[in-house]
């Protein structure tokens, strides 16, 4: 990062010793009256001050460990139930229709295997075969 897009015009091309001993209106973004509440509540004077808070360190600890901290026990049971419970209800071969909620497509009867025919294939494929016999000798 370029440090001087964090700090104000004045401050461009400081070091970082003398940043850190500038007032925390050094910062871009910080005004005179910002600064000025921050001394008033916290006896925050420079840039240096501030980094040191205890509020600062805190909150950077808590917010750097909670993008690394895993799941609870019990938050994980209750993912893994959610995703078993999604998964029974829309199979991951169901895409999801764009128009209309939720849409099953089903193998084609040609394509389904005899020994695994669940969609009853070869009754259909024979209706179909029926149907279209009927309709030709109807024409």
Known sequence: MNIDTVVDKEYIGHTFRALADAPTSALRGLSAKDAKALAQAFNVVTVRDLANLEFVKWAVAITTLAELEQETPAEQAK?????????????????????????????????????????????????????????????
């Open 79 to 139: 993912e893994t139930l959610l995703d078993n419970g999604v998964e029974m209800t829309f199979p991951a071969s169901d895409p999801v229709s764009v128009d209309a909620g939720v849409t099953r497509i089903e193998v084609p009867p040609e394509m389904v295997s005899a020994h695994e025919d669940h969609q009853h294939a070869d009754k259909v494929s024979q209706s179909t075969k029926q149907g279209l016999k009927e309709e030709a000798a109807a024409h």
